[in-house]
């Protein structure tokens, strides 16, 4: 049970400060800006935080967890060759290594030589168009193995997966993106369906569920939009579009490299000179999952030799860990997020030091009144309770008006930046007790000073 004088106490305390703060409320309010402006900003770092944080896992969610993307590096024409003289020209026209790149068997090889190899997707991505309405829309076409839908966290929303019969015959079967369901037929399903990309008809038997992904993550990551994407076996793109490890074209040549050298003028002894072959590698990304994250570094290091050995020493190829980049994405935002917190918290400082600062000169005004309650009966218990009562006042108007601020701009920011922010309710709770703590703490000293006031001094006190 609560002391009923005390509760009488701290009831008339209370409501004596609020009517000192609702009569100076022009003080009051310039006293409590510190502390508005410090919540605000607490609330609106943290929401910033959660948001980031939120993103990260999702992020995390797309590439996955336990897997290693190697990504081909297409054959490109040194483009400063002809400005270095002829040392430099003669360096770039010597022949170098062949290497047959990144391709079918590099992935099978994978999957049978590794131990620590969970699953390995291959990706083929080509740039093309779907007719619609006799209309063509551009999409995406993605030839993808049986564990392309395991590897990257992909569930298919309607329809089934590729059957093995699918897969090994080349049917011209393909799942596709939400976006792609919503353009091509809209509210309609379109399993069972007919689609034709570029020059093929092909038959929906799966749409996969929707996948938000920020501008952001397809940025950093390299990852797409998957909702606009058509997938389709590996096999069938390979048959039915196209095959880079087929070769054509006229006039002898040599390769080597990743290029071709062709005879100049039709001398064979005559100068020869390299042409690239551009992206000559027979897929675009092979991804790789382990059974463990902390294999994940020596399964790369492990991959790099393996596929260096078999493209003959050309290192045409790139190996990346994406959950490598996220942790130190999300250890660069951490870092940012705490200096702004400790931002945020030097302006809580200010705003206590602002209320101690006003409290010490409302102790001065109001010397005279001191005395005088003091002198009818009131305890330094009393005179302590009155004042720190106004800073707690002033702390808590001031943590519920930063909390509205703080809502409002962890919103705004959302809405002109869009960058996602997450408010929490331990967020505001969090802040709110700062404010109040702020208040009683930096009320303190004021409060004290005015109890230790001598009642006679400050009755003649002008």
């Keep these: 049970m609560i002391d009923k004088i005390l509760f009488e106490k701290l009831k008339s305390n209370f409501t004596e400060a609020f009517w000192f703060i609702k009569t100076n409320k022009v003080r009051t309010f310039l006293t409590a800006l510190g502390i508005i402006f410090g919540v605000a900003s607490v609330i609106t770092m943290l929401a910033i935080g959660n948001g980031a944080e939120k993103e990260i896992l999702s992020q995390l969610e797309l590439v996955g967890v336990n897997n290693i993307v190697v990504t081909p590096i297409p054959d490109e024409k040194d483009e400063n060759s002809n400005e270095e003289g002829d040392d430099a020209n ?21 999957k049978n030589n590794i131990p620590s190899v969970k699953l390995v997707s291959p990706e083929i991505i080509m740039d093309t168009y779907v007719i619609n309405n006799g ?93 606009q994407d058509i997938y389709i076996p590996i096999k069938t793109f390979l048959i039915r579009y196209k095959d880079r490890k087929i070769i054509s074209g006229t006039g002898p040549s040599i390769s080597g490299g990743g290029g071709n050298i062709i005879i100049m003028g039709g001398q064979q002894n005559g100068p020869k000179k390299r042409i690239p072959r551009g992206n000559y590698h027979q897929i675009d990304k092979l991804t790789v999952q382990v059974s463990n994250s902390n294999e994940l570094k020596a399964t790369a290091e492990v991959l790099s030799k393996m596929l260096k050995r078999r493209h003959n020493d050309v290192l045409d190829f790139e190996i990346t860990i994406p959950i490598q980049l996220l942790k130190q994405q999300q250890k660069t935002k951490q870092i940012f997020n705490i200096v702004l917190s400790i931002i945020a918290g030097i302006s809580l400082l200010i705003g206590g030091i ?23 009966g009131a305890t330094e218990e009393d005179v302590i309770l009155q004042f720190l009562s106004e800073s707690v006042l002033i702390s808590v108007g001031g943590g ?49 000073s005015a109890a230790r006031k001598r009642p006679i001094e400050a009755l003649r006190s002008e």
Excluded at 177 to 206: H, M, N, P, Y
Excluded at 214 to 220: F, I, K, W
Excluded at 402 to 417: C, D, P, R, W
């Design 90 to 110: 003669n360096k770039s026209n010597e022949t170098k290594r062949y290497s047959k790149g990144l391709d079918i068997l590099d992935a099978e090889s994978i």
């Design 135 to 227: 209309r063509q829309n551009p999409v995406k076409l993605i030839g993808v193995s049986s564990s392309f839908f395991e590897s990257s966290n992909i569930h298919i929303e309607k329809g089934k997966d590729f059957s093995e019969h699918q897969l090994l015959n080349a049917l011209p079967v393909c799942i596709i993106g939400k976006k792609v369901e919503k353009k091509l037929f809209t509210g309609e399903s379109a399993l069972g369906r007919q689609i034709k990309v570029k020059d093929v008809w092909l038959q929906v038997i799966g749409v996969i569920e929707e996948k938000l992904i920020s501008d952001q993550a397809q940025e950093n990551l390299g990852i797409r939009d998957l909702n």
């Design 354 to 376: 602002g209320i101690m600062n006003i409290m010490l000169a409302s102790v001065l005004e109001r010397t005279k009144e001191i005395g005088i309650i003091r002198a009818i």
């Design 400 to 448: 519920v008006a930063g909390i509205l601020l703080g809502i409002i701009g962890a919103y705004t920011i959302e809405i002109f930046s869009g960058i996602e922010t997450v408010l929490s309710l331990t967020s505001v709770l969090v802040s709110f007790f700062i404010a109040v703590l702020v208040g009683l703490f930096f009320g303190i000293f004021p409060a004290k």
